[in-house]
């Protein structure tokens, strides 16, 4: 039951930022409907360029977090909500450093076998 | 007693097959016919008999479930951490074969647009739901898995809940492990990663310089922002902590880049199954240059410290490093010298280290003293397991 409820929230992100791509859905649609069984790898295809976008994202919302907690602050200095703004600032610098170690070690070929071990590109040979 | 309850779990599964069977043939054929059903019957009694879970709690600021300590710890017992596969990718959660961590983020009772109308920082107490907090340590310590909620880092939205199964070891991650007295009940050991100002400071500019939009500037308003809800809130669980890692500026040189530190490993007196880690002998007062004749070092070179100090009332034992390691030979000469760090052969600590070389720490204190701590649980954890199976036989044989 946590899987389905897994796949029905992460779908609309993909198809969200799939469409902010606009060029990239047409050629996709051509060859779909060309060859209607490599619908299958487009869509894998799809999937693996969203993880990418997210540090870009996390980035500029870290750049926009410090601007309006310097926004709140100039107002006073000592009150809650500008507090709460550099608290905002530090979760998202946190968050945004986390990103970006996860996708620095990430290697493609080793992500794909550690769910497939059983392909023909993850096989090994140990005796 | 492992094999009484596999015969009690039996009996349930097999409702479909009647019962005559059981009277005259012997418990024997009644494994042999129920096959497969057998296998599964004794997996499901094997969690029903550890139906008593370790609780660790870590009290560190602003990282959690990826960071390194975890990963460390996680590493010890064997086995990779990894997010729960087929879950919410922004998931806290990190599960291996013995240890589960969670992110004690999830306890947000206010999500960041509510603490931003209310002005409240995540430090706060007021933004996190320590009812639900000790009700799923309670069950989870207890053998019932729950749905914890998850806190997305990414949208600062409240997600909706993973299910959490109980594991051998669960440990629990956060800036609050040890704010609520009812949770703190909880939890059989307890670590506080104290790193100071200084040290802080220069861990943040390192991390964020290379951020579009802040500056020295912002990185430290930021800083001094959370300071009086940190030194509020979070910095009093220190005196509450069974082992706490205090992370200093290093005494041997001028150094204000924090590449160099002096980490002290402080160990309450007198807790259960811990054995506090000591130099040459036990409740003496050690200072120690192992460079030397035997050992040659480089610049800066390694001292070390071991002694007895009170800490917040307490009797506690505390070992300190400052400098680093250079080679593979300083590092397993220090650990040669080392006693109670509870390795289960020579050269563990070395081989841990090296194991996770590239993470951060791996040249100094905290990653030493991260390895070591990770022994002890280790320790702490097959002692309380020996302890639970002995008392049932002394049950018995009274």
């Known amino acids: 039951m946590a899987a389905i409820a897994g796949v029905s929230i992460t779908t609309p992100k993909i198809f969200a930022s799939a469409s902010v791509r606009s060029p990239k859905p047409s050629p996709i649609k051509l060859s779909l409907l060309n060859s209607p069984w490599k619908s299958c790898t487009t869509h894998l295809r799809m999937y693996v360029r969203p993880v990418a976008a997210a540090p870009d994202k996390l980035s500029d919302k870290v750049e926009e977090s410090i601007k309006n907690a310097q926004e709140a602050c100039s107002e006073d200095p000592v009150s809650g909500e500008c507090v709460a703004a550099w608290d905002e600032v530090e979760e998202l610098s946190a968050a945004a450093s986390h990103a970006k170690d996860k996708n620095k070690d990430s290697d493609p070929l080793e992500n794909y076998c550690k769910d497939n071990p059983e392909t023909d590109e993850c096989r090994t040979y140990d005796n | ?398």
């Not at chain 2, 008999?49 to 990282?63: E, F, P, R, W, Y």
């Not at chain 2, 960071?67 to 710890?73: A, I, K, P, V, Y």
């Not at chain 2, 939009?213 to 009093?236: N, T, V």
Request: glycine fraction near 8%; charge should be negative.
């Open chain 2, 1 to 398: 007693m492992a094999v009484s309850t596999v015969y009690t779990v039996q009996i349930q599964s097999l409702n479909s097959i009647s019962t005559p069977s059981k009277s005259h043939l012997g418990f024997n054929q009644l494994l042999y016919s129920s096959g497969k059903k057998t296998r599964r019957a004794t997996h499901i009694s094997c969690s029903a008999d550890n139906d008593k879970t370790v609780v660790i709690g870590l009290a560190a600021d602003s990282g959690c479930g990826k960071s390194t300590f975890m990963r460390r710890l996680t590493s010890v017992f064997g086995g990779a951490a990894e997010p729960p596969k087929g879950g919410n990718p922004d998931s806290n959660t990190l599960i291996s074969d013995m240890t589960t961590v969670i992110c004690l983020d999830d306890y947000h009772s206010l999500d960041r647009n509510g603490r931003k109308e209310k002005g409240v920082t995540a430090l706060d107490p007021k933004a996190n739901d320590f009812d639900l907090m000790y009700e799923q340590v309670k069950a989870v310590k207890e053998g019932i898995a729950v749905d914890k909620p998850i806190y997305n880092h990414v949208t600062g939205l409240i997600d909706p809940p993973e299910l959490i199964k109980p594991p051998k070891i669960f440990v629990i991650e956060g800036l609050h492990p040890m704010y609520d007295a009812r949770v703190r009940e909880l939890l059989d050991f307890s670590i506080y990663l104290d790193i100071s100002p200084e040290v802080k400071f220069a861990w943040k500019i390192q991390r964020d310089m290379a951020e579009r939009g802040h500056s020295l500037e912002s990185i430290k308003a930021s800083i001094e922002a959370r300071k009086p809800d940190f030194d509020a809130y979070i910095d009093p669980q220190k005196q509450y902590a069974d082992a706490v890692i205090e992370v200093l500026p290093t005494q041997l040189i001028p150094d204000d880049e924090g590449k160099v530190l002096r980490v002290r490993l402080i160990m309450k007196e007198g807790v259960k199954y811990f054995n506090p880690v000591y130099l040459f002998d036990e409740g003496s007062t050690i200072s120690w240059v192992p460079c030397g004749r035997k050992l040659t070092c480089s610049y800066p070179g390694i001292k070390f410290a071991y002694g007895p100090e009170t800490y917040f009332g307490h009797e506690v034992s505390v070992l300190e490093m400052d400098g680093q390691f250079d080679r593979l030979d300083e590092l397993i000469y220090v650990e040669s010298h080392l006693s109670n760090i509870s390795t289960k052969f020579y050269g563990e600590v070395t081989q841990q280290m090296l194991k996770h070389a590239d993470f951060p720490g791996s040249n100094n204190g905290t990653g030493l003293f991260q390895t070591i701590v990770g022994l002890k649980i280790r320790d702490l954890y097959e002692q309380i397991v020996a302890s639970k199976v002995a008392a049932p036989l002394e049950a018995t044989k009274a």
